[in-house]
Structure formats: structure tokens, C-alpha cells
Nanobody, 123 residues
Framework: QVQLVESGGGLVQAGGSLRLSCAASGRTFSNYVMAWFRRRPGKEREFVATISWLGDRTSYADSVNGRFTISRDNVKNMVYLQMNSLKPEDTAVYHC????????????????WGQGTQVTVSS
């Protein structure tokens, strides 16, 4: 079992940066592939980024590739999403998620979810 709590959301200007954090509970954190998803206004939840168990592999949605960086610290049980060159279309509620299989980008493949943190990018 994993409990996830996101933080770090807020209001930022287009072109700016923001760093999201996800704090995970439990002793089995390293057993889980971690991912970030987002829900944009009027749209379904979509995949953003994922990171493997040891953090040696990452994958990104085309819409954020080159701008966002996912990382993890298995000692601190933390996952991060560094967001640079933000665009208004990045405005969304961002959720941290934990799953068992790397390279799976569908939300239903993730068993545990945080409550989400709001990111708003102004023009």
C-alpha cells in the first residue's frame, strides 16, 4: 500500500518554472513505478511522465518532452516533476500515481493516486 500527497502547485507566468513534489508513505516505495498525470479543464486525465523503480529510465508525453523532468528519491520516498517553459495549456490538476509496470501510460494501470495539486499558467 502506498499513500501519496502532492504539493508545489501554484500560479506561474508562461515561460516560467514550477517544481511539484509527491511524498509517498510506506516501506515498499521502491517497488513502484511512479508517474505524473494531469487533468486539464474539460478533458480526461492524461499521462505526463513516468519513472522506473531505480530512476534510471524515464518517459514523457510528447506535449511535455524537453520541458518537464521527472525524478525520484527512494531514500526520502519522494517523486518530483520539474516543469520548465510552462505554457497556458499546461494548466491542470496534477496527480502523482504509483503502479507496478514501467512503460504503461494508461491511468487504469496505476493503483494509487494522490489528491492532486493545481497548476495554473497565465499568459
Amino acid at each position: 500500500q502506498v499513500q501519496l500527497v502532492e504539493s508545489g502547485g501554484g500560479l506561474v507566468q508562461a515561460g516560467g518554472s514550477l517544481r511539484l513534489s509527491c511524498a509517498a508513505s510506506g516501506r515498499t516505495f521502491s517497488n513502484y513505478v511512479m508517474a505524473w498525470f494531469r487533468r486539464r479543464p474539460g478533458k480526461e486525465r492524461e499521462f505526463v511522465a513516468t519513472i522506473s523503480w531505480l530512476g534510471d529510465r524515464t518517459s514523457y508525453a510528447d506535449s511535455v518532452n524537453g520541458r518537464f523532468t521527472i525524478s525520484r528519491d527512494n531514500v526520502k520516498n519522494m517523486v518530483y516533476l520539474q516543469m520548465n517553459s510552462l505554457k497556458p495549456e499546461d494548466t491542470a490538476v496534477y496527480h502523482c500515481a504509483a503502479g507496478l509496470s514501467y512503460g504503461v501510460y494508461a491511468p487504469h494501470n496505476y493503483d494509487y493516486w494522490g489528491q492532486g495539486t493545481q497548476v495554473t499558467v497565465s499568459s
